[in-house]
């Protein structure tokens, strides 16, 4: 008996590591590979792409050009979540495409593809190479780029980026086709077409640049109020631009306008009533008349999500939202000034006719409204190992 609970309490020690193991099995990168130099990680979706910022410093390959529309709907409306804090990897994009990647975080600052990359003082071991980022639509805060917020000791190489890069009015700081701002950062052969707008250190390449630029090129409108440039919005002495080009337009503008906010054009003002089962539908639109603001659209109540980039509604209740809801439906501008609409929703059960006349109120749930059984995480982990335990004490005799 003494052995027997000897060896249980042993075994009880190794229910730790099992655990673990168990955390990191779930948490696998989801495709191909081992992340090393021999065996990279291989990005076949838009995913796995986001599956990166779980490994800031192993190296990946494109296997296929990849369409990144549906990060329009991620997150709320906010779009693909930047890759970082600091990124320390290695991407080969193959010659292979990202296109459609959306990313709408005005209020944030380190927004891009990556948030920030470090390869090390003097070594540049983080690289980019071989890689197409198409049609992006990316707006963030200071230090706000194509492919990276901030480029430190960092190289790249044969990357080409086209579409639309904002920094909000109120953050727009350190803006650029490439990176927001570049520190000992190297880009060799590389372009960017489309426009890009913000505040101050603006470019085409890089907003701020403290690194080296090599036979690359921009074409397309750079526009800003100050430090504005066609490759660099502004360099400092120890910067190297060599054989690079810059065809398009450089816009000044005279000063930071004055925040104008958006007012809802179609606001409800009677009372919406709404039968359980049926589908509910309204578009909410609001005019700006900062033009190059963008508006987001926001909802107090857990009845629905309103889509927050076009401010539509699509809502079909069920017998558990009965009765009277008060809805504020917000629209904000990059500046986070905005308009708001409040109205009352009332869901109501729908009404069935008897055989014998007259009409009587009950609830009908949908027809694929089916019985759930609930079941807790802690109670799958709990079975989880209970089981393992129990096939541990059959193998050991243990009573």
Request: glycine fraction near 14%.
């Amino acid at each position: 008996m003494q052995q027997q609970n000897k060896m249980k309490n042993k075994l009880l020690l190794l229910l730790p590591i099992l655990l673990i193991s168990f955390a990191f099995v779930s948490s696998a990168y989801s495709g191909a590979g081992t992340g090393t130099g021999g065996d990279p990680f291989q990005i076949t979706t838009c995913s796995q792409l986001q599956e990166m910022e779980n490994y800031l410093s192993n190296y990946f390959i494109l296997m296929n050009n990849i369409d990144c529309s549906a990060t329009s709907t991620w997150n709320g409306g906010t779009g693909f979540e930047p890759i970082g804090g600091t990124w320390y990897g290695y991407l080969d994009g193959q010659g292979f495409t990202i296109s459609n990647l959306y990313i709408n975080r005005p209020t944030e600052e380190y927004v891009g593809l990556f948030s920030q990359t470090h390869g090390g003082a003097g070594s540049w071991a983080v690289q980019f190479n071989h890689l197409n980022l198409e049609n992006v639509n990316i707006t963030g805060g200071n230090y706000t780029g194509g492919l990276v917020g901030i480029l430190e000791y960092s190289q790249v190489e044969n990357v080409s980026i086209t579409g639309n890069i904002k920094g909000s009015n109120n953050g727009g700081v350190n803006i650029g086709g490439i990176a927001g701002l570049s520190n000992n950062g190297r880009t060799y052969n590389s372009s960017f077409s489309g426009a890009i707008i913000g505040v101050d250190y603006v470019g085409g390449i890089y907003g701020y640049d403290a690194g080296m630029i090599l036979d690359s090129n921009v074409s397309g409108d750079i526009s800003g109020f100050t430090n504005v440039g066609g490759l660099v919005g502004y360099k400092n002495q120890y910067m190297i631009v060599s054989n690079s080009l810059f065809s398009g337009n450089v816009i000044i503008r005279t000063a930071p306008p004055e925040n104008t906010p958006p007012t809802i054009d179609n606001p409800i003002s009677t009372i919406i009533n709404v039968t359980v089962g049926q589908n509910w539908v309204y578009d909410y639109n609001a005019t700006d008349v900062d033009i190059d603001d963008n508006l987001t659209w926001t909802d107090n109540t857990s009845l629905f999500n309103i889509n927050s980039q076009t401010g539509a509604i699509s809502f079909t209740p069920t017998s558990g939202q009965i009765g009277s809801h008060i809805i504020n439906i917000s629209v904000t501008d990059d500046g986070m000034a905005g308009d708001s609409n409040v109205f009352n929703l009332n869901v109501i059960a729908v009404q069935h006719s008897h055989s014998g006349g007259g009409s009587v109120s009950q609830t009908q749930l949908p027809s694929d409204n089916l019985p759930v059984v609930k079941v807790s995480v802690f109670q799958l982990i709990g079975n989880f190992f209970t089981n393992i335990w129990n096939t541990i004490k059959n193998f050991l005799h243990i009573k």
